[in-house]
């Protein structure tokens, strides 16, 4: 805990190996879990959504151990650089997928998969809806409680504030938790601009909002599930809250501004969330003596190292860990939004006789990183679709195109795609113009199969294909570049999953669609 003077100090709860307050409930509970386990051949799916720091403390608390596997939804665009690399380049028995959404969408398909008869595996939550997450946060506010009385004395008692920046609320939670077990203490629930819990504490009445990407982004929550355990704590009496939990709203402008002041003015170094819960402090009224506060400080200034610099002009340097994980590649897997793709590909990951097919252009690797599948697991049987239709026909592609014209071969691609037999595993190569069959799809949208997009961006497929004029392509009037914006459309309409291969080598690629089904 550090001091900035003799009332105000900071708990730094960011200690543990992804540098936030998360690990500490997730070790806890990765550790009760691989116990628990140890003498069990049943497998779990631990599902975790996350607004930054739950995903990588749990991706780190549970990499390796025995019997399960962690599937983690996050938003993109919308978590630090460094939040996400710690949850992307595990690899392994961590999963994570990147969806075109925000948190609370993130988290309501969760929710909803612990409900769904449609799963068809044992799943386990790690977010703080588990209360074996939020109950080893309740410790620290009794080690910080103890730290000060040890300090002040009894000067401290009943009259000690902890400041919790609060987005989906269970950290405060924890705190309040620690309360009803005899901690004389009070709260500030300080938000940002997602103020969803201070509202309710100010009108009695809960809305939820579409959340808002600001600095503080582990606390762009726009639909707290833990305020139903608040209100569980207190019976649903506003005025018991509103005497034990006092509230703050911390802007954009004011974030960057407490980030510099605890600069200037106590050469100390916070990240947004910790300047949040500052605020709180700051703008906290009493009418006795000064109360003892305590701003929880909930992650290192390095995971939000750009914020820092922008608002006090250092660049926190990174760790020797993290400089290591910026040079590992990124096993993030791009998924719909959509709630029933999410439960196919749950389901689909635990499925030992699952195929596999690879769609994209040409030019992407698709045959490369079949045969380096089906090289590393013998257990697939390898189909080259191109090879195949050039054996069955006698003919070059080039020569069934010149034949028949692009409807002619488009119906012999979409005979060999139906001619495919998923009794048994196998790795599909497909041609670039698949997606064309409607029907030829639909036949690879299985359950025992899996479609795989690699995303190579255009320029790249250019150079490789000198505009795509060496692949034998019918472009119909087309530009190269419509060409691609066409068929992008297309291969993402049927894909389960999506792999961008921008900065990934051919044997990455493979690894993450391999570890994609590994449970250890």
Known sequence: MRELNEKIHILETFH???YTFKDFGARFLACYLEEYLSNSDVKYNVLVSTSGDTGSAIASAFYKIPNIKVTILYPKNRVSKIQEIQMTTY?????????????????T?????????????????ANSINLGRLIPQSIYYFYAYGLLKKKYGNSVINNTIFSVPCGNCG???GGLIAKQMGLPVKFIASQNKNSVFVDYLRSGFFSPILSNKTHSNAMDVGNPSNVKRIDYLYKSDISAMQNDIDHNICNEIQTMIEMKTVREKFGYIIDPHTAVAYNGIKNYKYTADKPYFIAISTASPVKFRYSVKKATGIFPKLTKDLELLTQKPNYSISLKNNYDTFVSNINKSFNTNCSITLIGMPGTGKTVVAYYINTHSTSYNLVELDNYIVSENNATLFQLIEKYGDDGFKQIEEDAILSIDFKYKKIISTGGSVIYSEKGMQYLQNNNNLIIYINTPF?????????????GIVFNGQTPNELYNTRHKLYQKYADIEIESKNLTI???GDIILQYFQVF
């Open 109 to 125: 398909m969760v929710k909803r998969a612990f409900v769904d008869k449609c799963i068809e595996i044992n799943i386990l939550s």
């Open 16 to 18: 543990g190996p992804t």
């Open 459 to 471: 320029n790249i497929l250019s150079n490789r294909t000198e505009n795509f004029t060496n692949r």
């Open 91 to 107: 690899g392994g028995n961590i999963v994570s997928y990147c969806i075109e959404n925000n948190f609370d969408q993130c988290q």
């Open 171 to 173: 950290n405060l939670t």
């Open 507 to 509: 044997s990455n690629i």
